[in-house]
């Protein structure tokens, strides 16, 4: 096992390439297939130091490029293709570490590219789904419509949303998960804006909370890995 990235190349159906980058800590529990945000690729600092996090909480990374970050564009892909490119992580990511649980899911954008993808056609081997900021709706256009396609979501979901996030106001927030039922879980974190900063009032750093996250997220991917669910 590596604890060092390792750089890949993921082929899409239409014949294009991605890149990614595979992070195996020594003592990994659980794989995480972690996709960006809209507005910055995979080694923005906000999702390498959450893989650093992950990687100390034994959970193994994998980040991968939608293709319009790939190719430097401002504009993102239409949903099949932002779909293709999470059916082609998750894919390698099970081909790679076929012994780890798996999970999936991302930054805002991300995050709702692969429960649209789930919600189509399960992804193969997934245990669940993790949301980090979930972009319920634009800011200052609140609405739960971005949501819709969850019911559809069989497999276990976790949410991480900030008190101050503007793309998810926390009462509408509160509804999804509660219709969703036992299969939803919310963690919310104090103070914290999309992109998880906090401010100097609220007596912790963002480093702080991005340890937050990685040990929300660690203990909840072992602990689902553990259960058995019944249907």
């Known amino acids: 096992m590596m604890d060092d990235p390792e750089s890949l ?51 193994a990374t994998l980040r991968y490029q939608f293709p319009y970050m790939e190719r430097g564009s401002k504009r993102v892909d239409s949903p099949a293709v932002a779909h293709a490119a999470v059916q082609a992580a998750v894919a390698e990511a099970r081909r790679r570490l076929p012994a780890l649980p798996l999970f999936a899911g991302g930054r805002s954008f991300g995050g709702r590219m692969t429960s649209q993808a789930q919600a189509i056609s399960p992804l193969d081997g997934v245990r669940g789904l993790a949301f980090v900021a979930f972009p319920l709706h634009p800011a200052g256009a609140p609405g739960v419509e971005r949501a819709r396609h969850l019911a559809e979501v069989t497999v276990p979901i976790l949410f991480l949303q900030g008190t101050r996030d503007k793309l998810a106001e926390l009462h509408l927030l509160r509804s999804v998960v509660e219709t969703l039922g036992p299969r939803a879980t919310l963690h919310v974190v104090d103070d914290a804006d999309h992109s998880f900063h906090v401010r100097a009032s609220s007596g912790r750093t963002d480093a702080e909370v991005v340890l937050e996250l990685a040990r929300t997220m660690a203990a909840w991917f072992f602990a689902e890995a553990e259960f058995v669910r019944v249907t």
């Open 9 to 59: 190349s993921l082929a899409l159906p239409d014949g294009s390439k991605v890149s990614a980058l595979l992070r195996v800590p020594e003592d990994a529990r659980a794989l995480y297939v972690f996709a960006h945000g809209a507005g910055a690729g995979m080694q923005h600092a906000g999702m390498s130091s959450l893989a650093d996090a992950l990687a100390a909480a034994n959970v």
